[in-house]
Nanobody, 115 residues
């Protein structure tokens, strides 16, 4: 059974930081570009950051560029998202997965940015 497990979310004040972690089975992670997705309240899930498999080249949507950093550790099947200078609009459930239109998802981790 495919299992993606996200963790590290929580409640944080604007300007704060969080580090999200995701463990994924080799069947999903190995050789694939991986991404972090965000689903804000009332909105569709969107890909906000992605990282390639071999060279860990990263790309971000404009709204998080310069504030979020995605990384991966292929030895431990883990993908990370360092989130700094958080804003209220970063609030949502965060998921990790490969970037090729995934159909199976983990439970995600809730991030709430509020004073």
């Amino acid at each position: 059974q495919v299992q993606l497990m996200e963790s590290g979310g929580g409640l944080v004040q604007p300007g704060g930081s969080l580090r999200l972690s995701c463990t994924a089975p080799s069947s999903i992670l190995s050789g694939n570009s991986m991404g972090w997705y965000r689903q804000a309240p009332g909105k569709q899930r969107e890909l906000v950051a992605r990282v390639t498999s071999r060279h860990s080249n990263a790309n971000y949507v404009d709204s998080v560029k310069g504030r979020f950093t995605i990384s991966r550790d292929n030895a431990t099947n883990t993908v990370y998202l360092q989130m700094d200078s958080l804003k209220p609009e970063d609030t949502g459930v965060y998921y990790c997965n490969h970037i090729y239109s995934p159909s199976i998802w983990g439970q995600g981790t809730q991030v709430t940015v509020s004073s």
